[in-house]
């Protein structure tokens, strides 16, 4: 077990690309630089399993300290990110990840941080396996509720032209409206870590999008992070070109060919003073996807989330994750709703 360093880029892109998510259509991840994660988090902790006899890397695992709110008080947390195994390597790899959780956990209490907490896809079971014999409890699900663009979210093009847009809103103004919106939720990052990480998190913003008191921002990591089209049904592949001539009269999904490159924008931080609001703000962040060359909008949101009931209507897939949390001190378990930021993508 050692640190992963700036040599192991190649390989580490080479293992995303082996490990597609998804069931009938298949993506896979494709980024140009592995670490552009863990360089969202100041310092962060990020060991790899390594068999030196064969040059390959088993396993992968990267925690991104953080400032959040837990119960009220300020708290240092540890957010696991990037957890994987490499595929090409199955025989003993359960022992690897295991070592490797525990390489990691030894530095993690080295720090002194106050808790864990991560994000793990519902069926991964081999990462809930470790991580809740150490003592990890689920406390929310995330869905990652996914909406395609061939079609407009509202038809009252009045509404649709009151939405405003601001590429880069004022810190302080922003600071207050995010507070007020979401610091009571338990995760919400403290603001004076962004002088460590503000530079980094903030290149991916696209803007803010607002209709009188509601609003949601878009994410935009398109130029370091795309997805990959690995396999589609093959009845996908034969209605293709179908619903392809048939767009041109009639609002239809695009259906991906094999190895097209898929775009997606995150939204985040939606707040809906009035439910009407959403269509309009939504079909303005469309229109100015579509202008992009992005294929989907996502908003991670979860069962207890203000707007979650509203917009799981219109996500045509929808991702489940579990968020865990491991206390290594005295701490209470986050309460959901819990605040999710977009920075740990």
Known sequence: MRPATAADNEKLIAIEKTTPQGGQIQLVSERKDYFFRAKKFADPIFFVAEDEEEDMILGIMGVGPVLVQLDGKARRGGLVFDWRSNPLAQKGLPRHMLRLWQAVHREILRRELDFLFGYVKEDNERSMGIITRYGAQVVESKDFLTMPLHARFCRRPREVDKVSFTASPDEEQERK????????LD?????????ATGRERERYLFGKFSLRGSSVKVWDTTDEYTQRVLNIPRLFKLARPIVKAGSKLLPLPHIPELGEEIKVWQLFDLVLEDPADLDPLLERVRQAAVEKGI????ITLGAGDRGYEQVAKKAWVRPRYHLFALPLKDVPLPKPPTYFDVTYL
């Open 177 to 184: 409206a995010v507070e007020a919106a979401f610091g009571s």
């Open 187 to 195: 995760l919400f990052p403290d603001q004076k870590q962004r002088e």
């Open 295 to 298: 294929h989907y909008l996502v």
